[in-house]
């Protein structure tokens, strides 16, 4: 066979193949705006952390569309539950979670679980701290826990919702030291944050980015981290925890998760999961989580189911002890 005849077939299938357009299989994103829901209301935790996480997503042209936070606190959170879980199969709905993910649906009974929902990741874990107006007398927990011990019912603690988390560390803190609050709910952490300013009520368990700018601006004085550590951020850590301020230890943190509706695809799961992991990396989430307090725990997959289920465990046996809801 001549070198023509054997090049020929060769060159053949080359053109032949240069007339066929590549095609390549992108992977899945948005094609219209997503919906970031935030099961709270305006100014607390959650609702500030998604203002933050939606810009930084477009600053840094993380997705084609951009995440718009959207508010759903009505029945203290269960608005904003029911709503993502009756999104079935639609990508472009996710929500921020905290732990009335946990507790709404055990005090209200409503038709929802977290594990109705795609669980996506958790971003950060949120501490609590013991505030009370920076005009008053205390200036250690311990003073103020003698003065609540000894007028019961008197002092009041203000908190976000009922039978939620500000609650089960009310009821947690009559439980280990022997005292009496009144307990007045409010719809979100920012307006519990202004009603202490006003000094409407005495003291609040507001975490730390519901109460930073008013600690900063000389309005609110924290006395205790409700945790068995101090918060190990510049300034934060000057802040002892309720066992170094009182002799007794205790300890809650608070979810700050991300789910996607029900019945997406894996890939559109995995598509969030990069996302919100690309976002912990970012040296703007680093300065946001040493300013706000909180603690970066990224977590997802597998291990973040499982952290769920001990989670959800843990909280509905607070809810039990604190007399919150029957034991099943």
Do not use: C
Not at 16 to 27: F, G, I, K, M, N
Not at 141 to 169: H, L, R, S
Not at 300 to 320: C, H, I, N, R
């Amino acid at each position: 066979m001549s070198k023509k005849a054997f090049y020929l077939p060769m060159l053949v299938m080359a053109v032949l193949a240069s007339l066929v357009p590549e095609t390549h299989v992108r992977a899945w994103e948005p094609t219209r705006p997503v919906e970031l829901v935030v099961p709270a209301g305006t100014g607390g935790g959650a609702d500030v952390m998604a203002r933050f996480v939606s810009p930084l997503i477009d600053k840094h042209k993380l997705s084609p569309r951009p995440f718009i936070v959207v508010n759903k606190s009505g029945g203290a959170g269960a608005e904003g539950m029911l709503y993502v879980k009756g999104k079935d199969k639609d990508p472009h709905v996710i929500i921020i979670t905290l732990d009335n993910l946990f507790t709404t649906p055990q005090a209200t009974g409503i038709p929802f679980s977290w594990k109705d929902l795609t669980p996506v990741a958790r971003l950060a874990l949120d501490y609590f701290n013991l505030w009370v107006n920076a005009e008053t007398p205390y200036k250690t927990a311990k003073e103020y826990i003698e003065a609540v011990k000894k007028e019961p019912g008197k002092f009041t603690m203000g908190g976000t919702g009922t039978a939620q988390e500000d609650q089960i560390i009310t009821i947690m803190m009559e439980q280990v030291f022997g005292v009496k609050f009144s307990y007045v709910p409010f719809k979100g952490g920012g307006e519990v944050a202004v009603e202490l300013v006003g000094k409407h009520v005495n003291s609040t368990v507001n975490n730390p980015a519901e109460a930073v700018s008013h600690w900063k601006a000389g309005r609110l004085r924290p006395l205790a981290t409700i945790d068995y550590k101090r918060i190990d951020l510049p300034e934060w850590n000057t802040i002892p925890t309720m066992k170094e301020a009182t002799g007794v230890d205790m300890s809650y943190l608070m979810l700050r998760g991300f789910f996607a509706a029900p019945g997406i695809t894996k890939e559109q799961q995995e598509y969030y999961v990069n996302v919100l992991k690309k976002v912990s990396e970012m040296p703007e989430w680093k300065k946001y989580v040493a300013d706000m307090g909180l603690m970066d725990a990224f977590l997802s997959g597998p291990e973040y189911v499982k952290w769920l289920e001990a989670k959800d465990t843990m909280t509905k046996d607070f809810m039990v002890k604190g007399g919150l809801i029957k034991k099943q």
